[in-house]
């Protein structure tokens, strides 16, 4: 059991993300990274098209070889996925950025940005997929290759989770999110330099991105996205993934009560 100091605690208050290092065993590490890539070499590459498409300011926006595989829902694909999900030394870590001890899933994903042709990713807030009324939700992040700026690391204006949630402009073009990239230029925000292993895990309030990955390295990545118990969706008309609402810590008093009110005469 690995909970926060009172120093990281303060860091992931003033900033949104944090970095956390050993989570996982060696052992555990390299079964994951095996079936991941295992599950990307069995797929179909032309579905698995996960880039972005819009109107950014990205440098590479129109190049067309630039490209992120990408696959959903990883817990249905091998069991050893859950070894991420079910992991105590992350979800002691949760516990005490979301200030709960009752944690539901959301779902997985996962990224694979090859060498020299990963696309970027523009500043966006998750919020816009899947907001909640409490903005409990946190995504820990995955990283199974060292990240950088020359591999498309993550990127992120620390404390912009203060702000709350800001005017989506990728509504106006389709179901991509993203802020106002010149509001926010990714130039100016910070890379999350990350070792093999270590998870960021930031709100889903805080403006991220990633840049191109021009490397010879790939950068591979699986994230988990997390809420409270207690915590209501809001956007209720929306599909949920295979999984949402399983507990993985604590109780979940909201589900006690609606499972009551169906089975009351």
């Known amino acids: 059991m690995v909970h926060l100091t009172e120093e990281q605690k303060k860091f992931y208050e003033e900033n949104g993300y944090i970095v956390l290092k050993n989570v996982l065993s060696e052992e555990d590490l390299c079964s994951i990274t095996i079936e991941y890539n295992n599950l990307f070499n069995r797929k179909n590459q032309e579905k698995m098209e996960s880039s972005w498409v819009g109107s950014d300011h990205n440098d590479r926006k129109h190049d067309k070889n630039f490209t992120v595989k990408g696959i959903h829902n990883l817990q249905f694909h091998h069991a050893v996925f859950s070894k991420f999900i079910f992991n105590d030394n992350l979800l002691d870590a949760l516990e005490d950025v979301m200030n709960t001890k009752n944690i539901i899933f959301h779902h997985t994903k996962a990224h694979y940005k090859p060498p020299e042709k990963g696309a970027a ?28 700026p020359k591999n498309g690391c993550l990127y992120v204006y620390p404390g912009s989770h203060k702000l709350g949630p800001q005017e989506d ?97």
């Open 169 to 265: 402009v990728g509504a106006k073009e389709g179901n991509f999110h993203f802020v106002d990239q010149k509001k926010f230029p990714i130039l100016r925000a910070k890379p999350v330099i990350a070792d093999r292993g270590d998870v960021v895990v930031f709100s889903y309030l805080l403006i991220h991105g990633s840049t191109p990955n021009y490397s010879h390295r790939p950068r591979r990545m699986l994230l988990m996205q997390t809420a409270a118990a207690d915590d209501r969706r809001l956007s209720i008309g929306q599909p949920t993934q295979p999984g949402y609402g399983w507990l993985l810590r604590g109780v979940n008093l909201e589900r006690d009560a609606s499972i009551s009110k169906r089975f009351d005469a």
């Open 121 to 148: 990713y523009p500043m966006h807030q998750d919020y816009h997929y899947f907001p909640y009324e409490k903005d409990s939700m946190v995504a820990s992040f995955l990283h199974l290759d060292a990240a950088d």
